[in-house]
């Protein structure tokens, strides 16, 4: 019997641990810094809103620190008026949805927020 009670109270705390995703096409239409962008988000059934994406995982500098600038030029390029896939959780305290970006180069799917951390413009969190 403690067995069984051991077993159930693990299921209950390890399903309190997940957190939903939610997988979204959308539109980054505006690049506010390397870790922060506002995207438009298709829901399906002609369903659309407009919200801030906080990029999960990663820290870039702020805009006005050193790499700030190089981090969200970077993030622009890349995304800027572009068709993204967004992989969201839970918005943050600041109301952003924190979430995993990923665009298309050459028909290949990339994650943005690893990219960033790959080429040194962000820290993992």
């Known amino acids: 019997m403690r067995i069984f009670l051991i077993f159930l109270c693990s299921l209950c705390f390890a399903e309190e641990d997940v957190k ?11 690049v506010i810094d390397g870790d922060t962008i506002e995207a438009e988000i298709d829901y399906g059934f002609k369903q659309k809103g407009i919200w801030k994406i906080r990029l999960l995982r990663i ?6 620190e050193k790499g700030g600038e190089e981090a969200r030029n970077y993030v622009f390029k890349k995304i800027e ?4 896939i967004v992989k969201s959780q839970k918005p943050d305290s600041f109301g952003r949805y924190l979430g995993e970006i990923y665009y298309y180069q050459d028909k290949i799917q990339i994650n943005l927020n690893q990219e960033l951390l790959d080429k040194k413009l962000a820290k993992e969190r």
């Open 59 to 64: 820290d870039c500098p702020e805009i006005r």
């Open 81 to 84: 008026g572009k068709e993204i």
């Open 20 to 30: 939903p995703n939610y997988v979204y096409s959308a539109v980054c239409l505006r």
